[in-house]
């Protein structure tokens, strides 16, 4: 996006410089990387990121809203309800893509929101080791809000820690060394000293959970929520496991339900420029141009069951339209050159939320290239410059 830079990185670029640095980010936890690390950062021009941050800012109004538990309450999928919600989520992320208008200009358009944890460890190294690779001026940052790697890494223990022992303290997933992010787990565990636990191996004992830790029965007092619970929905074989709906003594970091409450769900409450218009299906009161609009099913997780090229067939299928949105489409600049075909990038802004604040504030980042029809793995097959990153924020 800015021109100067992405001409001078093209230009330095190679892919012995590449395979080198991919390197160093393999060797943070040799082998648990397990997507695509692109070959460049994005670096973002002072005046996008302050509109990200603005439409951010009225997102934050809605969500801080004494009434958004209220508007919220039929988002959460009632077998999957647990107890102990507390006042707001300790972190949420917010994805814009980098898009176009029709008469040619950039802006920000929110593709998803969530609140529910990213790869907060991995990106504190993750943008350093890039950072050095790409050469990146020193009026660039990861961070936003004045944060640095130390005084990020100091706010994310007291996010995930609060004052609770590392030793009871957990980073709660299912099967954890199978998923594609594992290594956020491993970079987690350096940085916090806790433990990646799968819900395999947790001990129910009353309203006590415990786990095993050097052959030690250990109490768990906080968990670190990584779990999707939709993704435990499609799990097989899975065996006995504890029922996380019951009342147990332990504090959710963020709690389950706001990944319901903060998602897809909240977008027909929003009205901002850079958040596509959106309305849940069953409350389409007038015919729209079904052409100009993405199908999204409220409860799934990375792009499934999306449908982008929308149909009356579709709509008609749809037996429950409460639980689905039809939401504007946006459109992708192509604005990332590299070596073959440009390519397409979302931004996912990193927001803490500490105790006693009113509001959460945007503190990081990680970035994704596309050159598919949408961004993730399964649309970038056998491409090159496309996969995880980070953006770089002009400071002044």
């Known amino acids: 996006m800015q021109k100067d830079l992405r001409h001078a990185f093209n230009d330095q670029f190679s892919p012995e410089k590449y395979e080198a640095y991919l390197q160093k980010v393999e060797n943070l936890h040799p082998g648990s990387l397990d997507f695509r690390n692109a070959e460049t950062p994005i670096f973002i021009p002072k005046a996008f990121t302050q509109k990200m941050l603005g439409a951010c800012d009225d997102i934050l109004e809605v969500i801080t809203a004494p009434n958004f538990k209220q508007l919220t309450e039929r988002s959460i999928p009632a077998h999957l309800n647990v107890p102990g919600e507390d006042e707001h989520p300790q972190c949420l992320v917010f994805d814009f ?15 998803e929101m969530q609140g ?31 944060y640095t790697k130390e005084t990020y890494i100091d706010l994310l223990k007291e996010i995930i820690l609060a004052d609770e022992n590392p030793e009871n303290v957990i980073l709660l997933e299912i099967f954890p060394e199978t998923q594609k992010t594992r290594i ?114 409220l409860f799934s997780f990375a792009g499934m069951g999306v449908v982008i090229d929308v149909t009356e067939e579709d709509i008609e299928a749809i037996k429950d339209p409460e639980n689905w949105i039809l939401q504007k489409k946006v459109h992708y600049a192509p604005v990332i050159k590299t070596p073959s075909e440009p390519a397409k990038a979302e931004i996912r802004l990193f927001y803490f939320w500490k105790k006693g604040d009113r509001k959460p504030v945007a503190v990081h ?22 996969g995880g990153a980070v953006a770089f924020f002009e400071q002044h």
């Open 97 to 111: 893509g980098i898009c176009e208008t029709a008469d040619g200009r950039l802006e920000p358009q929110l593709i």
């Open 116 to 146: 529910f944890p990213s790869l907060f460890a991995f990106q504190a190294m993750h943008s350093e080791l890039t950072a050095a690779y790409a050469n990146v001026p020193a009026n660039y940052s990861p961070y936003l809000n004045g």
């Open 184 to 297: 956020d787990f491993y970079c987690t565990e350096q940085l916090l000293g806790i433990k990646t636990v799968c819900l395999t191996s947790l001990i129910a004992e009353g309203k006590d959970l415990f786990y095993m830790k050097d052959g030690l029965k250990t109490r768990v007092n906080r968990i670190y929520n990584r779990l999707i619970f939709d993704d435990l929905q499609q799990q097989k074989d899975l065996g006995p496991v504890i029922d996380l709906t019951q009342p147990y003594n332990v504090t959710w970091v963020p709690h389950p339900n706001w990944f319901y409450r903060i998602s897809k769900f909240t977008l027909p409450f929003i009205q901002n420029p850079y958040v596509p218009e959106t309305f849940f299906l069953d409350e389409m009161i007038a015919p729209v141009n079904l052409a100009d609009y993405v199908l999204k099913p």
């Open 365 to 386: 980042n990680l970035s994704r290239l596309s050159k598919g029809k949408m961004i993730g793995t399964r649309y970038n097959k056998d491409k090159d410059w496309v």
